[in-house]
């Protein structure tokens, strides 16, 4: 009897400490955290952003973008909704001093130029001479290349005509086809 | 005989207390995983030092405004509380921020993310949590904004989960920080340990989970796919115009076709103008804006080279048509076009109508939806060449990363940031062979917030060295960023599979950025429109390096080639257009190892659509979430999207409700439509939602 008596008390203390243990872990946690929301009624009554608050070391450097979109009309939630967000007055953007470049020379505008900048007809490094306005034959060929001919045949050209002047010497019967 | 002491009906009823009490506490809901120690030191800011300060704590910030710190008695718990007053209107922040020492500082584990809170009052919208980290090659540097927190009479929780910290970092420091008039109360300040365990990866599709896979689809695109632009309705516009065919432009051929992922179907698009050689970029509704274009092909007699249209246009997905907006300055035939933190465009480069290249800077208002004159637009008269790679800064400055299309780099050291507003150009140095820069590809790496751009590879197509493969990487937050080395790009194998020398690399190169945050390099040449290479490489920005050995695309791809990503996480190439004029019309679609790795997480529920700058938006998913991010859709040519970015979307997790937060700074995210992905913890992405930011 007095076994069962005391295995009875044991089972009860240790039910009891566990929930006691219980008890103090739940009690030390902080409050289950939520999305980060303040009643609307409660924004309404305070101080929207103001242009003055806004960083002007950045938002003068490009002033234009600090002006705070105007959001359009909500668009209908897709599939179930998940709450709602958190809508407050929009805050000014939050711009870094990163790569202020300190000490570096800004070059500043010239005048409008005179003359034109000139670039090269033959921009896209294709020699124009040579086939048509849609193919290639490079003015410059990839270093090894000796024999151009067998570049070109190997790269898919055949029956290339010569539409200008043959500069790469690859018309030597000059029948305006190159490589035949 | 003695009496007992409890009657057996006693014993009973104990025993059956003793049972119900068991069973009550072995069926009560255990504590939460991740209710690990708090890691903030003096997190009550109970403990002053000498001068009256907390423990720990540190006065930061920077600027002119005015302001005050005070310790209070109107606490959350305890006795003190932290004010941070800015009382008159200036530059700069405030902030209270735990001491960056060993001592005060939280350790960390890279890899690991962790929920901070805090409870604050404001009464300013301009109030945003921060955090630094302590990287143990570069000491002490900011690490992200983390949320802007709503305004607040009564004490209220912020919490807010980290990313994954980066490598290389074994301490952080965060506070909340208060950057326009008003006044910022703070207590309690809790940091724990938020990693959830990464589940067993099975995967049984053999090399492609680790290597992914390409699959040529059983249908060719409509039209030369030049030009790519991913539509918010997930659709792509292919831009063709005469396709660099000149019986199409002399027959005023010209093409555009819309192409259905999801049926593999394409619609025809009426073409008003040969729209080859255009720039474009999605405005802030998501219509297309397309400017200049080709005007003339170059004279065989050598009289005049390309010459670029003034015309622009606007594309709308919803009707599937272009109309003409007001002529832009000046004409444009390889511009530039990057989406400002406004809306607005800008334009740079190109040729002009008389083949000679455009010094004007071309600025599109959205706001009037034109072009604006010469004289309304800010001018440096600089010619910044062909499709010159600008990308937008977190200041809205643009930074030249150096990559561009044809021939050598700009004089100088090849890179600059240039200033709009004040129409400055400030030389960035350290690129490598910055005349070897042509058709590399610039990215801004993932996220945005770390301002980090890599530059890949290059070539020349005028001198026609082998191109080659060296990568800089440079740290836009840094005071006079410069170019740095990267890894190289592993090598490839060229046509009949010889493989490539240990010097070479590639021009045409495409870098997608995927969901999953890392940089899926793919495609590429090794000459002027030849020679094709037979390479593709994951990079992963955290750890700057290249992971070689990815599955590449049986389609070579080199000029004229685009690879982008999908709103289903793969991602689609196209093009390829060599010397000999023909033109490749075949389609191949990337699936990453991620898609090979288990299930993917889906949102199963979204606050909205329409997401403010500073707001926190909620989803619902179904499976635990790593991360999550907006991914702007593609608008790329000739291996250049400026506009690419991946904007990390810092979580508030509340079981399957996650909080998303938006970044404030709309020069970090332009305003537009996005792709919404989550990852889950097994590093899996969702297939996209969209989403229009501001």
Not at chain 1, 89 to 112: D, E, H, L, M, N
Not at chain 2, 21 to 43: C, D, E, R, T
Not at chain 2, 351 to 374: K, M, P
Request: glycine share 10%; proline share 8%; hydrophobic share 35%.
């Amino acid at each position: 009897m007095s076994r069962l008596r005391y295995t009875g008390i044991a089972v009860a203390a240790l039910a009891l400490g566990g929930a006691a243990a219980w008890t103090v872990v739940t009690t030390h946690d902080a409050p289950a955290p939520s999305f980060v929301t303040a009643p609307a009624a409660e924004q309404g009554a305070l101080p929207a952003a103001t242009p003055s608050g806004r960083r002007s070391d950045h938002t003068d450097r490009a002033g234009h973008r600090a002006v705070a979109p105007v959001p359009a009309a909500p668009a209908t939630s897709p599939g179930t909704a998940a709450g709602r967000p958190r809508t407050h007055g929009t805050p000014a953007p939050f711009v870094q001093t990163f790569a202020a470049q300190p000490g570096r020379a800004r070059i500043k505008p010239g005048k409008s130029p005179k003359t034109p900048v000139r670039v090269a007809p033959m921009v896209d490094g294709c020699d124009r001479n040579y086939g048509t306005k849609a193919q290639c034959v490079p003015i410059n060929y990839p270093k090894g290349v000796t024999d151009r001919c067998a570049w070109l045949t190997a790269h898919g050209f055949t029956r290339v005509a010569v539409v200008g002047k043959d500069r790469q010497h690859l018309d030597p019967d000059h029948d305006k086809i190159a490589c035949d | 005989m003695t009496r007992p002491v409890m009657s057996r009906r006693d014993r009973l009823r104990i025993a059956q207390l003793t049972v119900l009490a068991l069973v009550l506490f072995l069926g009560l809901p255990q504590p939460p995983a991740g209710a690990s120690a708090n890691l903030v030191g003096n997190p009550g800011l109970e403990s002053l030092d000498s001068t009256g300060f907390p423990v720990c704590w540190e006065k930061s910030g920077w600027g002119s405004s005015g302001y005050s710190f005070a310790v209070t008695s109107t606490a959350h718990s305890g006795t003190k509380a932290m004010a941070v007053t800015v009382s008159s209107a200036g530059t700069g922040d405030r902030k209270a921020m735990m001491l960056e020492d060993t001592s005060c500082a939280p350790n960390v584990t890279p890899g690991h993310q962790y929920d901070l809170s805090a409870w604050y009052r404001t009464t300013t919208t301009n109030t945003v949590m921060t955090a630094f980290r302590h990287d143990v090659g570069q000491g002490w540097v900011y690490w992200t904004d983390l949320a802007n927190l709503a305004p607040a009479g009564d004490w209220t929780q912020a919490t807010v989960r980290t990313p994954q910290v980066p490598p290389h970092t074994d301490q952080i420091v965060w506070g909340i920080t208060i950057y326009g008039v008003g006044t910022l109360t703070t207590d309690d300040y809790e940091m724990n340990d938020a990693t959830q365990p990464a589940p067993e990866r099975a995967c049984s599709a053999g090399a492609a989970c680790t290597k992914g896979a390409w699959a040529v689809m059983p249908f060719t695109s409509t039209v030369r796919a030049i030009h790519a632009v991913v539509l918010k309705n997930g659709d792509v516009l292919l831009v063709a115009g005469s396709g660099n065919n000149p019986d199409d432009f002399a027959a005023k051929t010209f093409k555009s076709a819309i192409y259905h992922p999801g049926t593999g179907m394409f619609t025809t698009v009426a073409t008003p103008e040969d729209l080859f050689c255009s720039g474009h970029v999605q405005l802030p509704d998501g219509r297309v804006l397309v400017m200049g274009g080709n005007k003339d092909y170059p004279a065989a007699d050598g009289s005049h080279g390309y010459k670029g249209l003034k015309n622009s246009y606007v594309f709308d997905p919803a009707t599937n048509a272009y109309t003409r907006v007001n002529d832009m300055t000046a004409g444009s035939w390889y511009p530039s076009a990057t989406a400002m933190g406004n809306g607005d465009v800008i334009s740079l480069g190109g040729l002009g109508e008389d083949s000679n290249g455009t010094v004007a800077t071309q600025y599109f208002s959205n706001a009037q939806q034109r072009w604006l004159g010469l004289n309304e637009a800010h001018q440096t008269w600089n010619f910044w060449g062909l499709y010159p790679s600008m990308i937008l800064m977190q200041d809205g400055r643009l930074f030249y990363t150096g990559s561009h299309v044809f021939g050598n780099g700009l004089p100088g050291t090849g890179a600059s940031i240039y200033d709009y507003t004040a129409s400055t150009i400030t030389a960035v140095d350290g690129l490598r062979k910055k005349d070897e820069r042509d058709q590399s590809m610039s990215v801004l790496l993932p996220p945005a917030q770390d301002q980090k751009v890599l530059t890949m590879g290059g070539g020349n197509i005028e001198t026609n060295p082998d191109a080659h493969r060296l990568t800089d990487l440079i740290d836009l937050k840094q005071a006079n960023p410069a170019y740095t080395a990267g890894p190289p790009l592993p090598g490839g194998t060229l046509t009949g599979g010889t493989p490539q020398t240990a010097a070479q690399g590639k021009m045409y190169v495409s870098a997608v950025l995927l969901p999953d945050g890392k940089v899926f390099e793919t495609g590429g040449g090794l000459h002027n429109r030849a020679d094709p290479v037979y390479e593709a490489s994951m990079y992963d920005p955290a750890a700057n390096t290249f992971t070689p050995g990815m599955a590449t695309d049986p389609v070579p791809r080199t000029y004229h080639s685009s690879a982008f990503l999908l709103p289903d996480g793969r991602v689609m190439a196209v093009g390829e257009n060599p010397g000999n004029g023909t033109f490749d019309m075949r389609v191949s679609v990337y699936s990453p190892p991620y898609l090979f790795r288990g299930a993917r997480p889906h949102i199963t529920g979204i606050s909205g659509t329409q997401w403010a700058y500073g707001s926190q938006q909620s989803v619902t998913v179904d499976a635990p979430v790593l991360k999550a991010e907006l991914i702007r859709p593609a608008a790329v040519t000739h291996s250049s999207d400026p506009n690419q970015r991946f904007v990390d979307l810092p979580l508030t997790v509340d079981g399957t409700t996650i909080g998303l937060n938006l970044t404030s700074n709309p020069n970090l995210a332009p305003p537009g439509w996005y792709m919404l992905f989550v990852v889950g913890t097994n590093g899996v992405p969702s297939v996209a939602k969209w989403v229009h930011v501001g």
